[in-house]
């Protein structure tokens, strides 16, 4: 597959190129799931174990030597659930809990706070029951993707109880999420990179969302790149692919490269 294919224009005036072909002995590779190689969908529990992703991760993970992490928003038993625990290192509720390669897992406090959050994300799911939420121990989520025209609301609640409970309120597609304040994202990409079998190499993050720009700005800082997943704009991403095709399609393609 020729890059030309995937450098084509990515729309809403985007005009971010298409990432290289990579030496994957050189790079430390970083990927978030849901809108970068897996689909978005409904609810978090619609997305599952997928062969074509597993083939992809597992080829990947080989090839790199370890050098793979998947970093997300989800919690730690959810990603084992959708990856079928073949990715040893992981970073978890966008930061807040790390497994090394060796399986240490490090976690950030202040779960004690989220629970109370809960308790007001359910009474407001409890009147609109289209609305979803999600406990993932260090992190309070309220999903209205099902009910886009709740978003403010949902979006006022979490501003509000982020306020009185001083929790970090953050936003995502057709999501809203309160969590303990803490390592992020590029704070993730920071730790493993300290560490073997990530150190001494180039960090590239893969991402699609709000949360995936401090992935983007960690991995320049260290040398690296961010590629973005989608048309979110602006961006600390130096490259842009259009959707999870795209995605999967470049990462293939650069495994066929290098046999």
């Known amino acids: 597959m020729s890059n030309s294919r995937l450098a084509r224009p990515l729309g809403h005036g985007d ?13 430390s590779l970083f990927v978030d799931l849901d809108g970068t190689i897996a689909p978005l969908e409904a609810t978090p529990e619609a997305v599952g174990p997928d062969k074509v992703r597993r083939k992809l991760l597992d080829a990947l993970g080989a090839r790199l030597g370890g050098r793979l992490a998947v970093i997300s928003g989800r919690a730690l038993a959810d990603l084992d659930r959708v ?10 509720v966008h930061g807040l809990v790390l497994r090394m390669p060796d399986g240490r897992i490090i976690e950030a406090g202040g779960s004690e706070r989220v629970r109370e959050a809960l308790d007001d994300f359910r009474a407001l799911a409890a009147v609109d029951g289209s609305l979803l939420v999600e406990d993932k121990g260090a992190a309070a989520s309220l999903h209205y993707r099902r009910h886009p025209e709740a978003g403010p609301a949902c ?5 509000r109880v982020g306020a009185r409970l001083g929790l970090t ?12 304040p803490g390592p992020d994202k590029g704070a993730a990409v920071a730790a493993f990179m300290s560490r073997a079998p990530f150190a ?6 893969l991402g699609d969302d709000f949360t995936d720009e401090n992935g983007f700005r960690a991995a320049t800082k260290l040398g690296g790149y961010g590629v973005v997943v989608g048309h979110r704009r602006p961006t600390a991403a130096t490259y842009a692919l259009a959707s999870v095709d795209e995605a999967r399609a470049w990462l293939n393609a650069t495994l066929e490269a290098h046999g």
């Open 155 to 159: 979006r006022d609640l979490a501003a």
């Open 169 to 180: 309120v953050q936003e995502g597609d057709m999501v809203v999420e309160v969590r303990a």
């Open 83 to 92: 990856l079928e625990g073949r990715i040893a290192a992981i970073g978890a």
């Open 15 to 27: 005009d971010l190129p298409a990432p290289p072909r990579v030496r994957l002995d050189d790079i």
């Open 200 to 205: 001494g190499h180039t960090p590239v993050f």
